[in-house]
């Protein structure tokens, strides 16, 4: 008999079946991609079912003269203006006060009463703290007496001197009894002038056990309580003092600054501001130095400005945003730093035209600030210029002017939003 063929294997069927099906996914990727390209052509082409509402169409079509989208570009514009433009500099500074006094014992005894308050403001010369004062009391007490003692013995040799010096006109004494009795004289006074340099010297250790404070400022956290032990080598003191009015603040800026710095301080005050995160105005007051010397390592130099700081609105040890004003370029005409462009051939704006189109103007800078740039061409007094939307503008693009928006009062409701026309028309009904 004729030998039979055995049926193919599951391994087989499946190394045989699996270019069958390596040949079918190029198809649906192909089919995908004509589908993609037909879709995208009908949208482009404004066919049924993308073709946009008649309403919502622009005016000009695919050949109008709208935005780089299609239609009027909603913008907001500013007009160039001839203004005063202030070059400040701005900086990082450390707030520092004019003196920072740790009150410290000078004497040795037992701290009997604490008289400030944690956070308490004291004027100069305010009891601080007292330290039991009763050994000062006795040592002065005793130097006061010795001084009383030598005083009594030169007044009674004072006396005996007068009656040498009589008998001696009379020969009744002789001259070195008389020399003697003047030396004697001589050191009792001696000993009264030592008897009251101790006596000042323990009515001082006395007062020292009297903590004042030397100077106008805030007292800091108690450091010491009452009842303890205080000597005078104790290295933590029992209240630092902060003088807060007034206070300064220590700022660093470049080493190419300095020339603007020093001409400003040439001309007079400079004015210094110290501003809060948000950019407003927490303090004003005036540059007072600068260092003597730039800083090698960092290429700084450190400056100091003086602030009243009547409200203490500066903090010993807080970082602050300084902004200083060295010079003032008047009557320059300046646009927003917003409306500046960047592009290939250098600084731009729109200009807006009498026909609400945009024309594309090169400029030539001058001096730039944080919020405003000085036109030294370009652009002349009375042209505006776009500050909001010239991301989707081409040169001779079609717009409609808008108003920024307001905040909301608290507690009112915010307006309900309506679509523009794009031909001006008024706002257009919502749709259902």
């Known amino acids: 008999m004729p030998d039979t063929p055995l049926p193919p294997t599951t391994h087989e069927t499946a190394v045989l079946a699996r270019p069958r099906r390596r040949r079918r996914w190029p198809w649906l990727v192909l089919l995908l991609v004509l589908a993609a390209g037909a879709g995208g052509a009908a949208y482009w082409q404004g066919w049924w079912p993308f073709a946009p509402k008649q309403e919502e169409a622009a005016p000009g079509g695919r050949s109008g003269r709208g935005g780089r989208f299609g239609g009027p570009v909603p913008v907001t514009v500013a007009a160039a203006a001839r203004t005063d433009i202030p070059i400040t500099l701005d900086a990082l500074g450390t707030v520092q006060p004019l003196a920072t006094i740790t009150a410290r014992a000078q004497v040795d005894g037992v701290l009997v009463e604490v008289a400030y308050t944690e956070g308490q403001e004291v004027k100069r010369g305010d009891v601080l703290a007292r330290i039991d004062p009763r050994t000062y009391q006795a040592a002065l007490a005793q130097a006061q007496a010795k001084q009383a003692q030598d005083q009594a013995q030169l007044a009674n040799a004072r006396v005996d001197l007068s009656r040498y010096t009589e008998l001696l006109r009379s020969n009744g004494t002789s001259r070195q009894q008389l020399d003697t009795q003047r030396a004697l004289v001589a050191q009792y006074e001696a000993l009264v002038q030592a008897d009251q340099a101790a006596v000042d010297s323990a009515r001082v250790q006395l007062d020292f056990t009297t903590i004042r404070s030397p100077v106008d400022g805030r007292v800091g956290l108690r450091l010491v309580d009452q009842g303890n032990l205080v000597h005078g080598s104790d290295a933590t003191g029992i209240v630092v003092v ?10 660093t800026l470049p080493q190419q600054r300095l020339g603007a710095v020093l001409d400003a301080l040439g001309r007079g005050p400079v004015a210094v501001q110290a501003l809060e995160q948000d950019g407003s105005i927490r303090a004003e007051g005036a540059l007072l130095t600068l260092d003597n010397q730039v800083d090698q390592t960092t290429g700084t130099i450190k400056l100091k400005a003086q602030f009243a700081n009547d409200d203490a609105r500066l903090w010993p040890g807080a970082f602050v945003n300084v902004r200083m004003r060295v010079a ?6 300046a646009i927003p730093l917003v409306a500046v462009q960047r592009g290939p051939d250098g600084a731009f704006a729109f200009v807006l035209k ?3 189109t945009v024309e594309q103007r090169p400029l030539q800078l001058g001096v730039l600030t944080t919020t405003e740039a000085a036109v030294r061409g370009g652009l002349q007094p009375g042209e ?8 989707r503008l081409t040169p001779g693009a079609q717009v409609v002017l808008t108003q920024p928006a307001a905040p909301a009062a608290a507690g ?5 939003r309506r679509r523009q026309r794009p031909d ?8 259902p």
Do not use: K, M
């Open 424 to 431: 001006g028309a008024g706002p257009r009904r919502p749709q």
């Open 242 to 251: 902060t003088q807060l009015r007034p206070i300064t603040v220590v700022f």
């Open 384 to 391: 505006r210029v776009v500050t909001s939307g010239a991301l």
């Open 328 to 333: 003032t370029i008047r009557q320059a005409l």
């Open 412 to 416: 009112e409701a915010p307006p309900e």
């Open 354 to 356: 009498d026909d609400n």
